[in-house]
Structure formats: structure tokens, C-alpha cells
């Protein structure tokens, strides 16, 4: 048996673990599609090469999900640049 304590402690963690799974449970209910911009830069070999065949095939999964794609070989301040992804 658990002490004073212990049931303390577990009534606590239970609380807890309701308050998450609401929180998962309202969240995913908001809507399952993904939608927004996606701000990215990258080289721009690697941009011309690698990045239209990766960019469709995410497109088919969240077409709701716009690409900002900035082609640069010169090194990107990423936090000034407000990208959410750099390709070095």
C-alpha cells in the first residue's frame, strides 16, 4: 500500500496525465491539416537538385503548406533571417 505520500503523489500524476490527454484530445481535434508557410533556405545546388522532388512529395502529405525558399550560397543568419529551416 501506498503512504500518505505515495497517494499524494499518485492522485497528482493522474491529474496530470487527464490534463495532457485533454490537451492532446483538443489539439487534435482542432483539425488535422497542417497549414502555414514553411521558410527554408538552402544552397543553391542543393536547392535545384534535391529540393523540388523533396518539396512535391511533402506537398502531396500538406498541401496546405506554402514554401518561402531562398536559394543563396552565402552563409544565412538563421535567427535574423526568421527561417524556419537552413540547409548548410
Do not use: C, M, W
Amino acid at each position: 500500500s501506498l503512504t500518505e505520500r505515495g497517494e499524494i503523489y499518485l492522485e497528482h500524476s493522474r491529474q496530470i496525465l487527464d490534463d495532457v490527454s485533454h490537451a492532446e484530445a483538443l489539439v487534435s481535434s482542432a483539425g488535422k491539416a497542417y497549414s502555414g508557410v514553411l521558410k527554408i533556405s538552402a544552397p543553391v545546388n542543393f536547392g535545384l537538385h534535391f529540393l523540388p522532388s523533396l518539396i512535391r512529395k511533402f506537398q502531396e502529405l500538406y498541401p496546405d503548406i506554402v514554401f518561402d525558399l531562398i536559394l543563396s550560397d552565402e552563409p544565412v543568419d538563421f535567427a535574423a533571417s526568421g527561417r524556419d529551416l537552413a540547409i548548410t
